[in-house]
């Protein structure tokens, strides 16, 4: 067995946590974990808190499921519930809230309970949010709740920023966890380095083609743009965040700022080309007035997004507009085939 797949086997009664920058591929090594896990029939418990379960099932399917069970793999989506948005029921998905310990306990221990099995998989991606919004209560919910999971005979793999808090917080965490992998350039290359695990010896594992973020080699223009795409939804997950906690006015703003200056300069080439295609769409429909040029720019620019998102991309343009309006404003959109909706989220017409 290579030491790759061997770490994704996560022993029961243990919790690994991995540990790295943003954009290092920490979420891409737990779609990797979950893909392995349930092609052996192990029931996974998917916690996320960056984006919503229909996003982790794509990314998935692109990474290899054919076939979603609902019996093995379920949601913990505290997503939607952080942010103040609304969800579509789901058998497979208990909500829940970063901002809200217990609700992600009870939240686990209901889909705990509907599996009706030990040996089961948390993933939990990723602890950050949690932590930044409850600070070393994250580290009691470590401790104790997770700790409860594990000691039944199931296993957590958790990811956590490097850097977001503070380094006693940290180590708090990594004294409580049995297993501690942190995501590492070396040579310019990724590398996991297994600093202390239940099952394996310390060693250093290439990534090689596991990395959420493509490594960007001579001229690969493409590769710093997909760089550059996830930053860029990091920050607009951060500033929504923020917005809805309304506890840092000042970080919302430098936030908005760092934002728009990486979609614009980052990435020239990729911006032209994106609002070239959102002309060509605007120029075919009959939607010409100002709301719908900014709702179709904000999906070029930015990535599908659901009504809430555009509501408040339209109110920073203009200084108000109303869910209604947006609403209608879309609708139309969709009438004329400039716009298809997938779940909640609406996509430009490829």
């Keep these: 067995m290579s030491s790759l797949i061997q770490l994704r086997e996560v022993p029961p009664k243990s919790i690994i946590l991995v540990v790295g920058p943003p954009g290092s ?12 896990n349930l092609a052996i029939k192990k029931p996974v418990i998917f916690v996320t808190t960056e984006h919503t379960p229909l996003e982790i099932i794509r990314f998935l399917q692109e990474r290899g499921l054919v076939e979603v069970q609902t019996a093995i793999l379920n949601f913990v989506d505290a997503f939607h519930g952080t942010i103040g948005l609304s969800t579509d029921a789901r058998l497979d998905t208990i909500n829940a809230n970063c901002e809200d310990l217990t609700s992600l306990q009870v939240a686990i221990s209901k889909l705990q309970n509907k599996i009706k099995k030990n040996n089961i998989l948390l993933v939990f991606d990723s602890l950050t949010s949690p932590y930044l919004l409850n600070g070393q209560e994250v580290i009691r919910f470590l401790r104790f709740s997770l700790s409860k999971f594990v000691a039944e005979g199931n296993s957590i793999l958790a990811c956590i920023d490097d850097g977001c808090g503070s380094k006693e917080d940290l180590g708090a965490m990594m004294s409580i966890v049995n297993g501690i992998v942190k995501i590492e350039v070396k040579d310019g290359s990724r590398v996991l380095n297994v600093i202390k695990h239940p099952a394996m010896k310390s060693m250093i594992i290439p990534m090689t083609g596991q990395s959420t973020l493509p490594h960007v ?16 939804n990091r920050l607009n997950f951060l500033e929504a965040l923020l917005i809805e906690n309304q506890k840092y006015p000042e970080a919302v703003s430098f936030l908005r700022s760092l934002r728009i200056g990486t979609a614009v300069y980052g ?3 990729k911006t032209l080309d994106r609002l070239v295609f959102a002309r060509r769409v605007i120029e075919s429909t009959s939607q010409q007035d100002e709301i719908s040029k900014i709702i179709l720019n904000t999906i070029a620019l930015q990535g599908p997004k659901n009504i809430s998102q555009l509501t408040r991309e339209v109110q920073y343009q203009r200084g108000k507009a109303s869910r209604t309006t947006i609403r209608k404003r879309v609708n139309a959109l969709l009438q004329s085939k400039a716009l298809i909706k997938e779940g909640n989220y609406y996509h430009l017409i490829k």
């Design 267 to 269: 990435e020239p080439l």
């Design 25 to 36: 591929g920490k979420s891409n090594f737990c779609y990797q974990t979950v893909l392995h």
């Design 217 to 232: 080699t001579g001229n690969s223009l493409q590769s710093l743009n997909d760089k550059l795409d996830w930053i860029v």
